[in-house]
Structures are given as structure tokens and as C-alpha cells.
């Protein structure tokens, strides 16, 4: 797929429960089965695999809806239901074996969720997985507008942000004669997922996240911005709320924090956040690596970052 997955490698998506990743991914398999297209870029037809552990009941209902929308019969697309444990050798090997026999080999493999199979707690519970990961697709939501990008991409793009929605699809009644229904992903132009303005609380918390990545932010061996551990990033906002007590600040920061990461302003890889903005990475950065080389401390100055008396 140009531009989101390697010809060979692993990538991963994740989002806050009700971004709509499912559904979204769900597209991406149905087009790379059907060599479609997918949300404008270019699909080289495959194999697609299909494992569900959340959701088991309405797999069938999303892929009647995704057929209907698309006139696509799928017959590329494998499904996989039973549980599976990925941390035990065996069923491991079977799925392998499952797979491959079926005819899905060469092609992609959707495991929904990582956190149930492999009984970790997500993407940020593996020390390991994202330095191993050649893509990973982050999607966010606020109130009804979702986007994803790559959060990670050995061959695209990084950051760049797409809009889409979920529409609504009829599948027919049930045995009760009670409407089915599920969705499918539209893209939304551009303009139509601009940012809305930032409430005093949300600018507050990016602000503060400014700061505390100036002050005690993380480079990669790249020097690329690895981010400000979520603590430093609450002390910096505890000193500047102007809530009355602890506990508002506590509860003001966790709402600021999650309105960023479901904004798509801020991403975060193991508890280490980031602003998504290049200007203001660039700007930190620069800072940063000033910091770490001593300049301008070392000739009696000041560094961007450092807070006046």
C-alpha cells in the first residue's frame, strides 16, 4: 500500500476506544483483497487475513456493510474468530499454518486486538514493539470527525493526517424484525476536519507541553523527538493552572491531555508525549540540542527553554 505499509513488514494501528480503527482498517483489508484503491493511495491486490478477538459479533454485519458499499465480493479475505493466545508457541504456529493453507500466505495479516492475543496492555506496553514496527497508524476522533496518519512509516510519509467518517449503512431486519446496521469509511475532505479553536484549558495543556519538552524532552539516536515523559509534562501544568485545588488540577490536566491526543495535537509511545505540529518539534528540538551540547550555558547565557527569574 504507496505510502502506509511496507511490501513486507509489521505496523500496527491504535486509537482511543470509539476513533473508529476497526472500521478502518477493516477498509484498508477489504481493499488491499479487492486491489482497491484505498482512501487515494495505490494497492497491490492480496491476500487478507482477518483475526477478531473484540467486537466477534459484529464482524459479520461490518463485512456484509463493506460488500455493499463496495459491490465487492471479497473472496480475498480470510476470517479467524476462535482465541488465540500469540505468546504461546503453538497456537502461534497453528494461526501461521491456518493461514497459509487457506491461501491468505503472502498477504496481510489484521490481528484485532495485539492487547488480547498477546495479553500486554497495549502499544505503549511493549518496550520493544515500536522500535520493531516499520508503520504504525494512529487514528484519533473528536466528537464526530476521526483522521488517521502514520505516527511511523518506513517508506511514507510521517504525520501527514487524513479525514474520514463513519456513514451509516442498512443491511435488512433481524429474525425480531428489528433494523441491521453497521458503518463504513468515507474520506472527508481536508477542510472539513480542520482543527476547532483551542479551549483556554486545551491551550494551556499544549503550552505546558512546550515547556516541559524544552525543559526535560527526550532526542532518539536519530535526533528526531522521542517526547516528555506524561510526569514532567503534569508537573509543568500544575504550575501554571490557576485551579483552585490538587485535585482540579489533576482532573483539568487529564482533560487537557486526553482533548490533545483526540485532536491529533499530541502523540504519544510509551507514556513519552509529543506535539504533532513540525514547527513547534523543530523549534523543541533546536532547543534541545542545545541543551545537550552546553553552548550556551557554557558561555554564561541562556538557553530558549530556560525560565526566567
Known amino acids: 500500500?504507496?505510502?502506509?505499509?511496507?511490501?513486507?513488514?509489521?505496523?500496527?494501528?491504535?486509537?482511543?476506544?470509539?476513533?473508529?480503527?476497526?472500521?478502518?482498517?477493516?477498509?484498508?483489508?477489504?481493499?488491499?483483497?479487492?486491489?482497491?484503491?484505498?482512501?487515494?493511495?495505490?494497492?497491490?491486490?492480496?491476500?487478507?487475513?482477518?483475526?477478531?478477538?473484540?467486537?466477534?459479533?459484529?464482524?459479520?454485519?461490518?463485512?456484509?456493510?463493506?460488500?455493499?458499499?463496495?459491490?465487492?465480493?471479497?473472496?480475498?479475505?480470510?476470517?479467524?474468530?476462535?482465541?488465540?493466545?500469540?505468546?504461546?508457541?503453538?497456537?502461534?504456529?497453528?494461526?501461521?499454518?491456518?493461514?497459509?493453507?487457506?491461501?491468505?500466505?503472502?498477504?496481510?495479516?489484521?490481528?484485532?486486538?495485539?492487547?488480547?492475543?498477546?495479553?500486554?496492555?497495549?502499544?505503549?506496553?511493549?518496550?520493544?514493539?515500536?522500535?520493531?514496527?516499520?508503520?504504525?497508524?494512529?487514528?484519533?476522533?473528536?466528537?464526530?470527525?476521526?483522521?488517521?496518519?502514520?505516527?511511523?512509516?518506513?517508506?511514507?510519509?510521517?504525520?501527514?493526517?487524513h479525514g474520514f467518517r463513519l456513514a451509516t449503512l442498512a443491511l435488512g431486519t433481524d429474525a425480531e424484525g428489528e433494523p441491521v446496521t453497521s458503518c463504513v469509511v468515507e474520506p472527508v475532505a481536508a477542510a472539513a476536519t480542520r482543527a476547532r479553536p483551542l479551549t483556554p484549558a486545551q491551550l494551556l495543556a499544549l503550552v505546558t507541553l512546550t515547556d516541559a519538552a524544552s525543559e526535560a524532552g527526550e532526542l532518539t539516536e536519530a535526533g528526531e523527538l522521542r517526547g516528555v515523559h506524561v510526569e514532567a509534562w503534569r508537573e509543568a501544568f500544575h504550575r501554571r493552572s490557576t485551579a483552585d485545588t490538587p485535585e482540579a488540577k489533576k482532573k483539568a490536566f487529564q482533560r487537557g491531555r486526553t482533548d490533545l491526543q483526540a485532536g491529533g495535537l499530541v502523540t504519544v509511545e510509551f507514556d513519552y508525549y509529543c506535539p504533532t505540529d513540525p514547527a513547534q518539534r523543530a523549534t523543541i528540538v533546536a532547543v534541545l540540542e542545545q541543551r545537550d551540547r552546553g553552548t550556551c550555558r557554557d558561555i554564561g547565557g541562556t538557553c530558549p527553554g530556560d525560565r526566567q527569574a
Open 1 to 161: 500500500m504507496r505510502g502506509v505499509l511496507p511490501e513486507l513488514g509489521l505496523a500496527a494501528p491504535y486509537g482511543p476506544f470509539g476513533s473508529g480503527e476497526t472500521f478502518l482498517l477493516l477498509d484498508l483489508l477489504g481493499a488491499a483483497a479487492e486491489g482497491l484503491e484505498w482512501l487515494g493511495h495505490r494497492v497491490e491486490a492480496c491476500a487478507a487475513t482477518y483475526v477478531a478477538f473484540e467486537g466477534e459479533a459484529g464482524v459479520r454485519q461490518r463485512v456484509n456493510a463493506y460488500r455493499a458499499r463496495h459491490s465487492a465480493a471479497l473472496d480475498g479475505m480470510r476470517f479467524v474468530v476462535q482465541p488465540l493466545a500469540l505468546l504461546v508457541r503453538d497456537e502461534a504456529d497453528a494461526l501461521a499454518t491456518a493461514i497459509v493453507d487457506s491461501g491468505g500466505g503472502g498477504g496481510i495479516v489484521y490481528i484485532d486486538t495485539v492487547d488480547r492475543a498477546a495479553g500486554a496492555r497495549g502499544l505503549r506496553g511493549h518496550s520493544s514493539l515500536h522500535a520493531a514496527l516499520d508503520a504504525v497508524v494512529e487514528v484519533t476522533r473528536d466528537g464526530e470527525a476521526r483522521s488517521w496518519r502514520l505516527a511511523k512509516s518506513k517508506d511514507g510519509a510521517d504525520g501527514q493526517a
